[in-house]
């Protein structure tokens, strides 16, 4: 019995990192792709006043990093090299914007007639991000992933 249960726990930890994976490389993506389609100038003023230094250049190399690394996460392509610049973007902005709110990522300031009114979000989301993307680096992508089939095609060939 004892075996079966672990056979049945290793098939079914093969999908958390998948799981993971997509959700966390979705809103990578989702958060490139807006800094983008609103225009790079936007996002460079943002980095300006919270005092990002190159915020010219930081204003397409972030949405750039979210994006693309947001599609190595969701296959599981590199993904302890890939988490490496992630991980840098959500510290600057932790440091930068969410500190100052505190930790909430839901700070509720006040209602209105038709809800609630949110105020600016705290450092929650960042943390989150950074312990999946560590996750990820330390545990690896999982069973389903580029990196596993690059594994097993190393194994197979004999350069393990």
Known sequence: MSNRTSISEARTSQWAPLLMRLV?????????WVKLSRGPARFEMLLAQVGVPFS???????PF???????AVIVGAFAAI????LIA???AAMFSVHLKHGFSSVNTIGLAADGPVFGP????INL???AGLLSLALGGAGAFSVDALRARRRRLRGHA
């Open 121 to 124: 979000p705290g450092y929650e």
């Open 89 to 91: 973007t959500m510290l």
């Open 82 to 85: 890939a988490a490496v610049p």
């Open 56 to 62: 010219k250049l930081m204003s397409w190399v972030v």
């Open 24 to 32: 966390m490389g979705y809103g990578f993506m989702v958060h490139g």
């Open 128 to 130: 989150l991000y950074i």
């Open 65 to 71: 990093v979210e994006l693309l690394g947001g599609i």
